[in-house]
């Protein structure tokens, strides 16, 4: 007698998906375990000296596994990538290392936002048809959600699994993500560079790295002012 779930071809797509994943993980841990363990924990340690030397230890293959590393990251949605970001800027140079980081990064945020709407988007369009309040975030985000996401993208360090989880689960569009992260990324993964870089490199750039400071400083100042005001 053949189980119900085998009888749902959605529910067979969700198993195999996940069955894949798993073997993706462990293909990764049997043949390059040593490897994405040393890179991994480098780039999320904070250490961001160590991490520049064992990235320009591969030399020009160092641009591809950066890239990778970083979409991993993103891709999880669980470490920060700022320090990957930071050796970005030191190795590459700003105006590469800046695009290296943006394009990486949006990648990996829709890889997640993929992966979570196909996983989870049946469940969350459960709970929202149970609640008017769900139901009207849910149209305003398939109305203006490119416009909402871009602008958080656009904030710097803000938390990426939330904003990418909340994309996942709305009626946003996929184009339209994908759009908004291309726009929104671009200048606080570009803030994220400079700033990381400056501050490695704080005698010679104390001047920018300041102004650059009080510039986020007064954005995250205004955007809390802003969503104070539109919550009254």
């Not at 290296?100 to 969350?124: K, P």
């Not at 909402?148 to 803000?158: D, S, V």
């Not at 939330?162 to 994309?167: D, E, Q």
Request: hydrophobic share 50%; proline share 3%.
């Amino acid at each position: 007698m053949k189980k119900d779930w085998l009888k749902n071809p959605d529910v067979c797509a969700k198993v195999t998906a996940a069955l894949l994943l798993v073997a993706l993980f462990l293909g990764i841990h049997f043949f390059a375990d040593d490897f994405f363990n040393k890179t991994f924990t480098l780039a999320i340690s904070g250490n961001v000296n160590g991490l520049v030397e064992y990235l320009r230890s591969f030399g020009p293959w160092a641009i591809l596994i950066s890239f990778v590393l970083d979409v991993l990251i993103n891709a999880g949605s669980v470490f920060p990538s700022i320090f990957l970001s930071t050796a970005n800027g030191l190795i590459f140079g700003l105006p590469l290392g800046i695009t290296i980081s943006w394009l990486a990064e949006t990648t990996g945020v829709v890889i997640s936002f993929y992966l979570m709407r196909f996983f989870f988007r049946d469940t969350a369009q459960k709970l929202i048809e149970k609640s008017n309040s769900l139901k009207s975030i849910d149209e305003a985000s398939s109305k203006h959600g490119l416009e909402w996401m871009a602008f958080a993208r656009a904030l710097p360090y803000f938390p990426s699994g939330i904003l990418t989880a909340v994309g996942a689960v709305s009626s946003m569009s996929a184009r339209d993500y994908i759009i908004a992260n291309l726009i929104g990324k671009f200048p606080s993964t570009a803030l994220e560079v400079v700033i990381g870089h400056d501050v490695v490199n704080f005698q010679e750039h104390s001047q920018r790295l300041t102004i650059l400071i009080l510039v986020v400083g007064a954005v995250f100042f205004a955007y809390k002012k802003w969503f104070y005001k539109k919550g009254k």
